[in-house]
């Protein structure tokens, strides 16, 4: 006797493969997701530090050695920033590293490091 179809354990069988291969294909979206949301942060941040070295390197005087904070916005979001300016063996330079992170938050998303020139 021929049989036609599939048997109930071949079918269940079939949707459990399914469902397993449905929630690796759901984690895996929600964990794209979840990084370019933080890239998407981390690009902002570099653009608030990369601004804020920009705005120091185009004064007319080299910045006083110690720390700068400030805040700044890209993107409607809020970002704070810390400058670390330090003095390097030639007097005309000072090094300056800026470390951004989000208003909220405690972690660092971005440090972005430089050179402001004197003496222009």
């Avoid at 109930?8 to 990084?35: D, H, K, P, Q, Y």
């Amino acid at each position: 006797m021929k049989r036609l179809g599939f048997t109930l354990i071949e079918v269940l069988v079939a949707l459990a493969i399914i469902a397993i291969s449905v929630g690796a294909a759901m984690r895996a979206t929600s964990a794209a997701f979840a990084s370019s949301g933080d890239i998407k942060d981390r690009m902002m941040a570099r653009w608030i530090g990369r601004n804020e070295l920009a705005r120091l390197q185009t004064t007319q005087s080299l910045p006083a050695t110690g720390k700068l904070t400030g805040e700044g916005t890209q993107g409607n979001v809020g970002f704070s920033w810390d400058a670390v300016v330090e003095t390097t063996p030639n007097p005309n330079f000072r090094r300056v590293e800026i470390v951004v992170r989000r208003q909220e938050g405690t972690h660092s998303l971005v440090t972005v490091p430089g050179f402001v020139v004197g003496n222009r």
